[in-house]
């Protein structure tokens, strides 16, 4: 009977694994269309409001992207905290926070970092050109990451649970 426990323990344990890693992928694929939503909004309030860029993202963050770890939540408090620094290192620093806990991929991180280089310093039809690039290159990752996540994502389960058959094997 013990043996029988640990063996179902095992098997429970690998499977975990697989729908750990699974459930890691969802959470990244969730936060590139976090973003790619938010430089849709950036630009479409700099095009219809002509706000000015920091006003633009205090108002994002308190009526549309209300999740307190947000992109824009994160960039709105650095801004509220050193209005005196530059858009495009509170823009980085806040990136850098965003894709610590969100698990962004490279690809993902240089798009937004690309962006943040040059945010705020170009009159606002260059502005809007350039989120809205970006935005379709982040919806172009999405795609191409979703597509990816399905192929791998029963086969990542199946695989936690033969590799928890397999250990059992072993022991017995």
């Known amino acids: 009977m013990l043996k029988l426990l640990g ?3 095992i098997i429970a344990a690998c499977t975990a694994l697989g729908i750990k890693s699974v459930t890691k992928n969802r959470k990244t694929l969730k936060a590139i269309t976090t973003l790619s939503d938010t430089l849709s909004e950036i630009a479409r ?3 219809f409001q002509l706000d000015p860029l920091p006003d633009v993202i205090h108002r994002l963050g308190r009526e549309q992207f209300v ?3 947000s992109f ?3 960039l ?3 801004i509220y905290t050193a209005p005196e620094k530059p858009l495009s290192e509170l823009w980085h620093n806040a990136l850098q926070t965003f894709s610590q806990t969100h698990h962004l991929p490279q690809k993902a991180f240089s798009i937004m970092t690309d962006i943040g280089e040059s945010i705020g310093k170009m009159d606002y039809e260059t502005e809007i050109h350039r989120l809205t690039a970006g935005q379709k ?3 172009e990752l999405h795609t191409k990451m979703n597509h990816e996540t399905a192929k791998t994502e ?3 389960k199946s695989l936690g649970l033969i590799l928890g058959v397999f250990i059992v094997i072993l022991l017995l």
């Open 7 to 9: 063996a179902m323990l």
């Open 154 to 156: 029963k086969m990542t």
């Open 76 to 78: 709105s408090s650095q």
């Open 67 to 69: 999740d307190e770890d």
């Open 72 to 74: 824009i939540n994160l």
């Open 45 to 47: 309030s700099i095009n």
């Open 137 to 139: 290159a982040l919806d």
